[in-house]
Each structure stands twice: as structure tokens, then as C-alpha cells.
């Protein structure tokens, strides 16, 4: 019965909100998606497993990063603007001026591990500063003694994904306060199993990439508990730290929906297929909200829907 | 020749044979065309490049360009000289173009010294020694050869050269590294070498080598001491055309040799060519108007001018032995 | 035999003299060479101001002078005497010349090995993704019925609690909304699970339920608002978490339905191959718009290569043999044909892409925008063309075609240009004298005797354009296509198809022992469409050979 408890505590909606019982086979239609590269690959997933259903619909998926999806959004060329950060309250302003009306859903939540040997014992802590220290270009630190002295005098050997990630822009902004300001000589990859590889088989590696990859490899790795300032505690990642926004490295995913777009089916159907498969993003690598969150978002959904 | 016509063409006829010459006139004159337009396009992207800064965000994106002053502009030419790294993915990005330099000059070499001396060999062997049987076989094969689409000659580098040669030389880069890429660029280019120089070689008159029979010597020492120095101009140009190719290769280098920009001598690690500079930067989600774009224009145009100015050296080597013997 | 000693080795060297000359050439060559190399690498290094160390300069110096001793030993060994020379190159020309055909037939040894690996693979990881598929919907299900089961435990204890005022609302209110609300809340029938008789059964009656609550629940809302709040709440609560679930299950079972594969067997998989769409799964990916894309360019590419690349060539042979514009225009055409393709791209990509389509493309959707507010408004013609064709995106195949016919002007172009040249004067001469003009001679004489020819360049033009993949990652063809291509829409080719398959990270799957083994799916697709796509090249450049070697027959009298 907690789950009654729990839905009443969040408040009642009227019934049949989502448009009924969506049994329409032949919706035809566009809708125009366009913002982060992140968001994109659960998008894009969840845009392919919709077309199985719906063939009529054409969906097309851009990339012009979150900031650019806004301008397209508060412009009026796209329904659905996807996006890595809250909206910022300029980009509100611009929405407010052209009359666009949205609604932000939360999709998933992201986390960025940062992993090292099994055997390095040293570093199971670090703080955003040391982190800092290791992954900006000006400080660029060669050795673990660099970073803290009491740490073995050894070269630090550096892998992480590519430039063209949304991973690399959201470490890189959190950790050097500028997207893609980082130091260039440690080993790119797209693909995280050389990452893991690479870390795995370095004593003195030190890598970075999404929580859900370092949990499928969970076995071969050691995580570093962060901190992002002081009078913080060290956090390990992990889904529950993650979805407990307690890790500093994780952040939550959003598409933002022009409440104007939600007169259509098509949209209206495409929304709410979205919220209905979480297990979508985990499959891409993010973490997947738990069912009370998942639940506040497809309400949020539902009211639009029914205030439309 | 129309002018050995003596009778009167009606109006309609001169008008029609008129229009016909003028649109073939126009045809041959859109080649013109795209070389000016490239030229144009490469170039008027260079001077955005290196006249142009980006304005910057408090969390670093791109807001606008903004015009730099003659100093900054010269600073901005002399870093993409000199300076020895490449940054351009990075914030605070260096434009220094000497690492995509290098790692395309050091696939065009091993490129060079696996396809010259091959496809040389070829050349000389099709044309002095082989029967005519053989011949008919190995031409077709080496035009094969030659219709092989780049992409699947990169497949072939990551997915059988590199572990092979893996398996003999410590600390190759995997899957990067560029010996597998000039190896695979050279097989690429052999047919070039080949076909070119076969060309010259047959262009040289038998007199040449009956004569160098008469004076006692074999068939290795005429092709050799004598018909080759006498097509050295266009198997020279071979050479060139053929560099020119491996220098102009993209997908294959790509696919071979990564993405990372890092000035190194070590042909065992990974490094970006221009051109695979060029694809990742059009692949990846850079917005048009920002300096990293048009860093791309930069890159493209030393690229054209390079190859361009081998195949224009190619080209006075060909008219050079064409003129010899035609 | 002391003939062929002597002919063999003049000097009368013994085997082991031979051998001690051609060692102590190779090594002075070897280390000579290795000493060069190294030293021109330090010279670099100091130059250039890379970053190398001394260990691998050494080793460098090592590898390079044992390659140089691997190879120069025979060398010198075979040097020695003039006749052994003659004789080895007839042999190292034969491996030269073959050597090529020996590193296709590698390659193609390899592509197929990977190929079969592929039909290896693939039916299991279907079977696997159909076994995930099934269990999605039963756990859909699932779900469903527990739901269904905790909101009777929910309702139907509070409905014996409310029976006075339920009595009181069957005495006042008309007898068939309580009766629909009693019969909708009373408990269900269970069902045994997997007994469902006809398809959608659970959900539909789920749904019908649902419906029924909310009929009498809206009925309720309008006429009673103080009925009993606790049963209202969970009412709704109920009804949006069963109706979501009952969702859920219908759609798993129509992705189900469409998803799950059950032909296995090699000719099924090749063919979905071929006609699936790509896909994140890489057992489902395919070729087929990168096949359409691919046909759709080369159609394009000939159409505009063509016409323009022959008549290009007939007024260079034909027209003006002489002058300082026919020089010009000819040094163009041997310089083009040795532009790198990605400067082709970055061509295209300006002019046709932003400087014609990408406008023509925010023109349409402004145009599409004020036709959707009013319908009867005035347009221009050019606008009503624009409403009138399909959506134009910026990076087309129409731009693709053009990119890719401006690739390949210069090899029909050369082409062209030596099969007229091959036409013999007598067959010109002989039409004027009859009395044809330039044209005539062209066009009834000159040209049907020069195509084969110009087939052949025509061919080679089609295998270039199919096989080019650099000009049109720079142009924009998309990734990631999944409708099929039309004139005016994106697109992808099957090489950028097999670059973008080539180096994806390998597919996690849990074996039987539930450890998680790499696979390399996404390597096995691109090496299955490198073959097809091997096979239409070569078979074209065969045709084109072939052709090629036939005109030269006929022309020879």
C-alpha cells in the first residue's frame, strides 16, 4: 500500500490525462528535436523504438549542444529542446519575449567516475581541487606527488573520452569552470572498454567516464570518492549516490517540451512514450530516475497535457 | 575544320553549330570554374581563420567573432607555423599545424618507400620482361587494386595490418598508429606508380634498346642503366603524382591512424593527418562560425596547395617526357 | 655445367667467398642506412623540437638496421654477379607485380572470414534480443497484474466500509452509475497467467475497467463532490498507474511483434540485412538507405558528369586543339584530377550547401510557417513551388549528386578525351566530305565510335562516385539515416555507412555464465558491407575493363 501513500502524498491529478487510452496506430507527423549531444543518444533511442510503433512519424534529432538547442527552442524551430542543464534564466527571458511556453522534464541522471588501479592505494579520495590540478592545462600535473606530496613519485598516466563527448564538455566544466579547457596529452577514447582497459592495466592511471560503464566494470576498478569543497563529505559514485544528487559529479538530464507542440498527437505520444521507458537511458549509460521521481515527471506531463 | 564546307549553311544551321560550340566551350570552361571556386572558397576561409578570434561566454562557448588587428593577425600566422602543437578541440586552443604536418608527411613516406620501389618493379617487369599473357593478367589486377574504395583499405589497417604487425613490433600503438596507415596508403597508391610508369617506360623507343643489346649487355642492365634513365622524367612524375595522392588521403588515414593531434617521429603512435583533421572536424557537432571551423579551411588550403604544387611539378615532368618521344 | 658455373659467376668465386663479399656488403649497407636514418631523425627532433627518447631513437636505429640487413642481405648476395641480377629480377618483378594481387586476395580472405564470423554471430545475439523482447512483456504484465491486484486490495476493503453511504447513494442516485461503479470495483477474476485467449486480452480488459472507473468517477465528480474522498483518491490513483501499465503491456507486445525475428537462418539474416534500416542493435543494423543513397548519388553523379565531362572533352579534341584556352583548360583538368576528394567536400559543402540549399530550406519552412497560419494568403511562384515540393533539407542528395559530379568531371573528362582522340581522321574526313557539318560529324560519327570509351570513363566515374566516402563527410551526409532517400532529403552512402560501422566499440553481451563478453558485432556488419560493396565495385570495374579491351579490338584495323 506504500505506493498509494506515496502517489497521494504527491497529489491527484484528474483521470484520463493522458489523452485516454492511446491506442492510435496511424499517427502521422514531424517533430523537431534538437540541444545536447548527452541527451541526444537517449533521445535518439528512445526516437527509434517510437518509430517501431509509429511508422507515420518523421523525427528529426539534432546536435547543436544544449545552448544552441535553446536558441533554436526560444526561436520556435524545434518542439522538444534537449538539454544537459537546467535552462538559464536569460534563455527564459527569450522564451517569455517570444511567447514559447515550455514544460522541463527530467529524463535521467549523469555521473562521471573517476577511476584508478586496483592496486593504487593512495588516491582513494580526491578532492575537485586535486582534480583540478591534474586536468587543467596550466597546472597539468605530471606525477601523484605533484598533486599531493605524500603520494608515490610516479607519472600519472591520463585516459578519457574524446572531445567530441558530452562527457568530456561536462568534466571539463565542472572540474576547470570552462567547457573544454583541458590539458591534451592523456589517451582519448570513445570507446570506454580501452579506457578501462588502459586504467586497468596502469598502476599509476587515472581515467574518467560515465558511472553506468565503471558499474558494468565494477570488478576491475577502484573509484575515487570526491569532494567538491571542503566541509563537503568524500562521495563514492554510485546509482544511489547519483540519484540522491549526493555525488558532486553527476547532474540531471532534461528535454524541454513547447507546451504549444502538446496539441499535437504525435508529441503528446512521443512524450509520453519517453517518460515511460527509463530503461532506455540506462541502456545508453545514464542512470535511470527511481519510480517516485519518474512518477513526479509523468504527472508534471499529465497536467500539461490536461491543461492543454 | 569546317571550313573545308563550300556550300552555304542556312541561317538556322550556322545558328545551331554556333550555340552547340558555345556550350561546349562552356563546359570546358567550368573546370575552370571549380578550381577558381575551391581556390576562393579555401582561401576566403583561411583569411576568417586567421583574422578572426572567438568571443567567449563566462563557461567558454562561442558567442561571436571578432576581427583581431594586424599584430594579432601576424601572431596568429606565425603560431600556425611554428607553434608544435594542435589544439583545437581544446579551450585556449594552439593552431600550430606542424603535428598534422608531420603525421601526414610520415604516412606519405611510408607510403612512398612501400609503393615506389614496388610499383617500380612492377612498372619495369610489365614492360621489359613480362610475355603478353602475363601482362593481360596483372593489368587488370592492379586496376582492381586501384577500385578498392579507401574506407575498406582503412577497415583492412585497423582490423588485420595492425594486429599483424603487432605481433613483431613492441609498443605499436593499437588501434592507432601510423605504420599501418602508410603501409595500407602505399598499397593504395601502387597501381599509380605502376600504370605511370609503365607508360613511360613502353614510350621509350626500341632503338634505345636494341642498342644497349648490341653493346652485350642483359636485360637487367638495359632496363635499368638505360630505358629507366631515359623515362626518368615520367616515372619521376609517377613518384609525384603518387606522393601527391598518399598526401591527399583521408578516409583510409583515418580510420588507421585516430584523431589525436601530437607532433611525434614515432611512426608506432597514432596521429592526425590533415585530412583526418579535416573529416573529424566536419563529423563532430562543431557550429559553422567559430575558429575551430574555420581552422578547417586553414588546414584544407595548405592541403590544396600542397598537392597542387606536386602535381603541377608532375605535370612539366610529363610534358617534358612526352615531348622527348612524341 | 662448368658452362653455367662460369655463366653464373665469372669471377669463380666460391659459394662461401660469395657469401662473405654479400655479408660484409650488407652489413656496411645496412648500418650505413640505419646510421642515415637515425641520425636524420635526431637532426628532426632537434629541428622540429619533438619529443623522442633515446631509447626509442635506439630501437629505431636497431629495427631500421636489421630490416635493412633483413632485405640488403640477398640483395647484395644476388649482386654479386651480373647474371644472377638478370635472372632475380625476373623473379622480383613477378612477386612485385603480384604481390598486389596477393595482398587482395589477403584482403578479400579476410573481409570473408570476417563475413562468416558475422552469420555466425548474428543468429545468436537475435535469439537473445527476441528472448529479451519476450521477457519485457511478461514483466510489462507483470506488473500490470500486480497493480491490478493492490488496487483491489485497496478498493474493495474500503468499499465495505463506505457500504452505508454507498446505500445511501443507491437510494438517491440513479441505480445504474452505482451499479457500473460496483460492478467496475468488484474483484476481478483472476486469470491464469499465460491462459489469455485472444492477443491484447489482458490489457484490454484492464482498459475496459479503467474506462468504466473513469465513466463513473467523472459521473460522480459532476454531480456528487463530497463522496467519500479516500475511495475518490485512490480511484484516480488507480486508474492512471493501470491505465500507464495496460499501455505499457500493448505497446511491449506490438514491439514484440515487430521486433522479434524468428527466421534465423543465413539467407533471412542477409536479407534484413540488406533491407533493415541502421540501428542501434547491432544484430539489426542494415544497408538499405545507405544502398539507395548510394544508387540515388551515382545516378546523379553520371547525369551530371556526363553530358558536361563529354562535351568538356569534345571541344578540347574537336574544337580547339591549339590556343592559350584549350592549354588552360587542360592543365585544370590534369590538376582536378588530383585534388584531394575532402577538398571536393569542403567545395560542395559551401556552394551548394550554404549558399543555395540551406537558404532554400529556412525560405521553405518560412514559407510553410505563414502557410499554416493562413491558408489563403498570396505566395509568390517561387514560394508556391516551394510548398509545393517535398521538405528540402540543406544537405541533400541533389547536392551530394552535384558534389560528387564535380568529383568525377576530370576522369570522364580524360576518359572521353582518349577515346576521341582514337577515332581515326579518315572516318572525319569522310563525313565532310559528304557534306556534314562539325556538329553532324560529332554527333553521328565521332561519338558512337568513341563510346565505349566514354562507357568506360562513365563506369569508372560510377565506381569513383560509389566508393568515395571523404567528399561527403565534408558535405554532410548524415549518420545516422533511417527513412529512405528522396531528392531533396538527407542521406548516407554505403561508405560513410562502413566508416562509421568500422570503429564502434564492441557489443556487451552476458554469455551463459552471465560474464560479460565483448563482442565485435559493429566490426563483422562493416566487414559484410565492405563485401557487397567489393562486389559491385569490382564487378563494375570488370565491366569497364573489359569494355575498355573490346573498343581497342575494334579500333585496331
Excluded at chain 3, 649497407?29 to 637515425?38: D, F, K
Excluded at chain 3, 636505429?61 to 635472372?87: H, I, K, M, Y
Excluded at chain 3, 563475413?115 to 519485457?136: C, D, K, M, S
Excluded at chain 3, 564487378?539 to 569497364?544: H, I, R, V
Amino acid at each position: 500500500m506504500r505506493w498509494i501513500k506515496a502517489m497521494a502524498a504527491l497529489g491527484v491529478i484528474g483521470c484520463a490525462a493522458v489523452g485516454g487510452f492511446t491506442q492510435e496506430k496511424n499517427l502521422k507527423g514531424e517533430i523537431k528535436i534538437d540541444g545536447s549531444s548527452t541527451v541526444y543518444l537517449i533521445t535518439e533511442a528512445v526516437a527509434t523504438n517510437f518509430k517501431k510503433l509509429h511508422p507515420g512519424i518523421s523525427i528529426t534529432v539534432g546536435i547543436s549542444g544544449t545552448g544552441g538547442g535553446f536558441k533554436k527552442f526560444y526561436n520556435g524551430e524545434t518542439d522538444i529542446s534537449d538539454a544537459s542543464r537546467a535552462i538559464k534564466s536569460q534563455e527564459v527571458e527569450m522564451c517569455k519575449k517570444n511567447g514559447i511556453v515550455f514544460l522541463e522534464l527530467q529524463v535521467a541522471w549523469d555521473g562521471l567516475a573517476v577511476v584508478v588501479n586496483k592496486e593504487n592505494t593512495w588516491a582513494t579520495k580526491m578532492t575537485a581541487e586535486q582534480l583540478k590540478k591534474i586536468w587543467h592545462p596550466d597546472t597539468a600535473a605530471k606525477k601523484w606527488s605533484d598533486v599531493d606530496p605524500s603520494w608515490p613519485d610516479q607519472p600519472i598516466k591520463l585516459f578519457g573520452p574524446g572531445t567530441d563527448s558530452g562527457t568530456f564538455d561536462y568534466f571539463t566544466e565542472t572540474i576547470n569552470g570552462k567547457e573544454r579547457l583541458s590539458r591534451s596529452d592523456y589517451t582519448p577514447s570513445e570507446d570506454d572498454l580501452v579506457l578501462v582497459k588502459g586504467v586497468e592495466q596502469n598502476k599509476y592511471a587515472l581515467g574518467y567516464f560515465g558511472v553506468a560503464y565503471y558499474e558494468t566494470h565494477k570488478d576491475k576498478l577502484n573509484v575515487v570518492a570526491v569532494k567538491a569543497k571542503d566541509g563537503d563529505a568524500y562521495v563514492a559514485p554510485s546509482k544511489d549516490t547519483v540519484l540522491k544528487r549526493k555525488y558532486p559529479l553527476s547532474r540531471p538530464l532534461f528535454i524541454y517540451v513547447k507546451t504549444s507542440s502538446l496539441k499535437r498527437p504525435e508529441v503528446r505520444a512521443f512524450a509520453d512514450y519517453y517518460l515511460r521507458r527509463p530503461e532506455l537511458a540506462e541502456n545508453v549509460g545514464y542512470v535511470r530516475m527511481n519510480a517516485l521521481q519518474q512518477a513526479k515527471e509523468y504527472k508534471k506531463l499529465a497536467a500539461a497535457i490536461a491543461g492543454n | 575544320m569546317a571550313g573545308v564546307l563550300h556550300r552555304k549553311l542556312s541561317l538556322a544551321r550556322r545558328a545551331f553549330e554556333w550555340c552547340v560550340e558555345l556550350s561546349l566551350l562552356l563546359c570546358g570552361l567550368l573546370s575552370i570554374a571549380i578550381t577558381l571556386a575551391i581556390a576562393l572558397v579555401v582561401i576566403y576561409g583561411s583569411i576568417e581563420f586567421f583574422t578572426h578570434d572567438d568571443v567567449l561566454d563566462d563557461s567558454g562557448r562561442v558567442l561571436a567573432l571578432r576581427t583581431l588587428s594586424a599584430g594579432e593577425v601576424w601572431d596568429r600566422v606565425v603560431e600556425f607555423f611554428t607553434a608544435p602543437t594542435w589544439t583545437a578541440s581544446f579551450a585556449h586552443a594552439s593552431y600550430g599545424i606542424r603535428p598534422l604536418l608531420t603525421g601526414t608527411l610520415m604516412v606519405a613516406l611510408i607510403g612512398g618507400v612501400i609503393a615506389l620501389p614496388i610499383g617500380l618493379s612492377t612498372a619495369i617487369y610489365l614492360s621489359e620482361y613480362a610475355q603478353p599473357r602475363v601482362r593481360v593478367f596483372a593489368k587488370p589486377t592492379l586496376e582492381l587494386l586501384a577500385g578498392i574504395p579507401t574506407v575498406v583499405y582503412g577497415f583492412f589497417a585497423v582490423t588485420a595490418v595492425t594486429p599483424f604487425l603487432a605481433l613483431f613490433i613492441p609498443g605499436l600503438g593499437r588501434p592507432n598508429n601510423q605504420i599501418a596507415g602508410g603501409i595500407v596508403v602505399g598499397l593504395m597508391i601502387i597501381p599509380t606508380v605502376a600504370s605511370l610508369s609503365e607508360d613511360a617506360l613502353r614510350a621509350v623507343p626500341r632503338s634505345l634498346r636494341d642498342g644497349a643489346i648490341a653493346l652485350g649487355a642483359n636485360k637487367f642492365e638495359t632496363s635499368v642503366k638505360v630505358v629507366l634513365p631515359a623515362a626518368l622524367s615520367g616515372v619521376t612524375a609517377s613518384f609525384i603524382l603518387a606522393i601527391s595522392r598518399a598526401i591527399g588521403e583521408t578516409m583510409a588515414v583515418s580510420l588507421a591512424c585516430g584523431g589525436r593531434a601530437y607532433l611525434t617521429l614515432d611512426p608506432r603512435e597514432g596521429v592526425a593527418t590533415m585530412t583526418s583533421f579535416i573529416v573529424s572536424m566536419a563529423q563532430g557537432d562543431t557550429p559553422h562560425g567559430t575558429t575551430r571551423f574555420n581552422s578547417l579551411f586553414a588546414v584544407a588550403a595548405l592541403l590544396f596547395l600542397m598537392t597542387l604544387g606536386l602535381n603541377i611539378v608532375a605535370q612539366i615532368f610529363l610534358k617534358r617526357y612526352r615531348q622527348v618521344y612524341q | 655445367m662448368n658452362a653455367a658455373k662460369k655463366l653464373i659467376n665469372p669471377e669463380r668465386l666460391t659459394v662461401l667467398q660469395l657469401c662473405r663479399q654479400a655479408v660484409v656488403a650488407a652489413v656496411l649497407a645496412c648500418l650505413g642506412i640505419a646510421a642515415t636514418v637515425s641520425a636524420l631523425r635526431l637532426v628532426l627532433d632537434w629541428l622540429w623540437d619533438t619529443p623522442d627518447s633515446v631509447a626509442g631513437v635506439a630501437s629505431g636505429f636497431a629495427l631500421t638496421a636489421l630490416l635493412a640487413f633483413g632485405l640488403g642481405f640477398p640483395l647484395c648476395l644476388v649482386w654479386q654477379s651480373r647474371e644472377l641480377r638478370d635472372r632475380s629480377f625476373t623473379y622480383v618483378g613477378f612477386l612485385a607485380t603480384f604481390f598486389g594481387l596477393g595482398v587482395l586476395v589477403v584482403f578479400f580472405v579476410q573481409l570473408g572470414m570476417e563475413t562468416i564470423t558475422w552469420f555466425e554471430t548474428a543468429p545468436g545475439l537475435v535469439a537473445r534480443q527476441n528472448e529479451r523482447y519476450r521477457a519485457e512483456l511478461r514483466a510489462a504484465q507483470t506488473a500490470l497484474r500486480t497493480k491490478e491486484t493492490e488496487f483491489d486490495e485497496a478498493v474493495l476493503p474500503l468499499l465495505e466500509s463506505e457500504k452505508d453511504q454507498l446505500a445511501f447513494y443507491r437510494a438517491h442516485i440513479e441505480g445504474k452509475w452505482v451499479a457500473l461503479l460496483e460492478q467496475a470495483t468488484r474483484k476481478r477474476k483472476e486469470e491464469p497467467a499465460g491462459k489469455e485467449k485472444s492477443a491484447e486480452t489482458l490489457a484490454e480488459k484492464s482498459a475496459r475497467r479503467t474506462a468504466m472507473i473513469a465513466l463513473v468517477l467523472k459521473h460522480l465528480q459532476e454531480t456528487h463532490k463530497d463522496y467519500p474522498p479516500a475511495l475518490r483518491e485512490i480511484l484516480e490513483l488507480g486508474l492512471d498507474t493501470m491505465m500507464v501499465e495496460a499501455q505499457n503491456v500493448v505497446e511491449r507486445r506490438r514491439e514484440a511483434e515487430l521486433g522479434i525475428r524468428a527466421d534465423t537462418s543465413p539467407w533471412a539474416l542477409a536479407a534484413a540485412f540488406v533491407t533493415n534500416v541502421p540501428s542501434n542493435a547491432a544484430q539489426d543494423a542494415g544497408i538499405w538507405p545507405a544502398l539507395l543513397g548510394s544508387v540515388w548519388l551515382a545516378l546523379i553523379t553520371i547525369l551530371v558528369a556526363v553530358p558536361i565531362g563529354v562535351g568538356a572533352a569534345l571541344y578540347l579534341e574537336e574544337y580547339r586543339h591549339t590556343g592559350w584556352l584549350s592549354r588552360i583548360i587542360q592543365v585544370n583538368i590534369n590538376n582536378l584530377a588530383g585534388v584531394p576528394s575532402v577538398v571536393f567536400g569542403i567545395l560542395g559543402g559551401f556552394v551548394f550547401v550554404e549558399m543555395i540549399f540551406k537558404p532554400i530550406h529556412l525560405h521553405q519552412a518560412q514559407v510553410l510557417y505563414a502557410y499554416s497560419l493562413d491558408a489563403a494568403a498570396a505566395f509568390s511562384l517561387w514560394d508556391r513551388l516551394l510548398l509545393w515540393l517535398p521538405p528540402v533539407a540543406s544537405r541533400n542528395v541533389l547536392g551530394g549528386g552535384l558534389t560528387l559530379g564535380l568529383l568525377t568531371l576530370p576522369v570522364v573528362i580524360i576518359a572521353t578525351q582518349e577515346a576521341v582522340r582514337a577515332v581515326p581522321d579518315s572516318i572525319r574526313h569522310g563525313s565532310y566530305a559528304l557534306g556534314a557539318t562539325h556538329w553532324q560529324t560529332i554527333w553521328h560519327h565521332v561519338l558512337p565510335m568513341a563510346r565505349p570509351g566514354i562507357l568506360t570513363g562513365t563506369i569508372l566515374a560510377i565506381s569513383r562516385a560509389i566508393g568515395e566516402a571523404a567528399p561527403l563527410v565534408l558535405f554532410g551526409a548524415l549518420l545516422l539515416v533511417q527513412q529512405s532517400p528522396t531528392l531533396f532529403s538527407g542521406f548516407t552512402v554505403m561508405p560513410m555507412q562502413i566508416f562509421n560501422w568500422a570503429d564502434r566499440p564492441p557489443v556487451l553481451e552476458a554469455d551463459a555464465a552471465g560474464n560479460m563478453v565483448a563482442i565485435d558485432m559493429w566490426r563483422y556488419n562493416a566487414a559484410f558491407a565492405s563485401v557487397l560493396l567489393l562486389i559491385v565495385l569490382l564487378t563494375l570495374n570488370a565491366l569497364a575493363i573489359y569494355l575498355r579491351n573490346r573498343a581497342q579490338k575494334r579500333l585496331r584495323y
